[in-house]
Antibody, heavy 123, light 108 residues
Framework: QLQLRESGPGLVKPSETLSLTCTVS??????????WGWIRQPPGKGLEWIGS???????YYNPSLKSRVTVSVDTSKNQYSLKVRSVTAADTAVYYC???????????????WGQGTLVTVSS | SYELTQPPSVSVSPGQTASITCSGD??????ACWYQQKPGQSPVVVIY???KRPSGIPERFSGSNSGNTATLTISGTQAMDEADYYC???????????FGGGTKLIVL
């Protein structure tokens, strides 16, 4: 059964870079059938898609975050990563990684999701 | 940018049918999916490709999508169905994933 787990610092200072890694187990990140996504959820608020990556490295991002975000993949470690630069308190959220089912027809959904990790931006 | 709109909350009595809507411009031309999120837990997909139910999701969950509205229907709602529900679609014009704002289902 495929499992995803987020890891990284739980506290980041304002103006610094938030870095998280998602480790995929029980399956290969190099599958051509899927992309791999990052989604976040500020405390008490809704879900916000951050960006996604295909195992060959092609990426697509939420336009509202694109200037500050990089998603990368390391197929040798079966991991992919997220970096958010110049963070502020507004970036405080639970960050989830998830496998993204997608097709050329536009059929697109996330399953399964990682457990999520809370990242707090504070000095 | 493309937007999906959901009611903030929906109330239903146990055993009754709950309907949660998700509105967006020509949403029926896209595929919609739905997630259930209980407090302190990660979201779980309950409907994908408008009306497909993943294995393990009870038959009382169903979906439809036409015109500008996708609908998640829960028949014979149970107390365990009380949760936040999010719709999601893919906007091909911008290559973006879009989530609705979420609906809290209250089982009275």
């Amino acid at each position: 059964q495929l499992q995803l787990r987020e890891s990284g610092p739980g506290l980041v200072k304002p103006s610094e870079t938030l870095s998280l890694t998602c480790t995929v187990s029980g399956g290969s990140i190099s599958s051509s059938d899927y992309s791999w996504g990052w989604i976040r959820q500020p405390p008490g608020k809704g879900l916000e898609w951050i960006g996604s990556i295909y195992y060959r490295g092609s990426t697509y991002y939420n336009p509202s975050l694109k200037s500050r975000v990089t998603v990368s993949v390391d197929t040798s470690k079966n991991q992919y990563s997220l970096k958010v630069r110049s963070v502020t308190a507004a970036d405080t959220a639970v960050y989830y990684c998830a496998r993204q089912h997608s097709s050329t027809s536009g059929n697109n959904w996330f399953d399964p999701w990682g457990q999520g990790t809370l990242v707090t931006v504070s000095s | 940018s493309y937007e999906l709109t959901q009611p903030p909350s929906v109330s239903v009595s146990p055993g009754q049918t709950a309907s949660i809507t998700c509105s967006g411009d020509k949403l029926g031309d896209k595929y919609a999916c739905w997630y259930q999120q209980k407090p302190g837990q990660s979201p779980v997909v309950v409907i994908y490709q408008d009306n497909k139910r993943p294995s393990g999701i009870p038959e009382r969950f169903s979906g439809s999508n036409s015109g500008n509205t996708a609908t998640l229907t829960i028949s014979g709602t149970q107390a365990m169905d009380e949760a936040d529900y999010y719709c999601q679609a893919w906007d091909s014009s911008t290559a973006c994933v879009v989530f609705g704002g979420g609906t809290k289902l209250i089982v009275l």
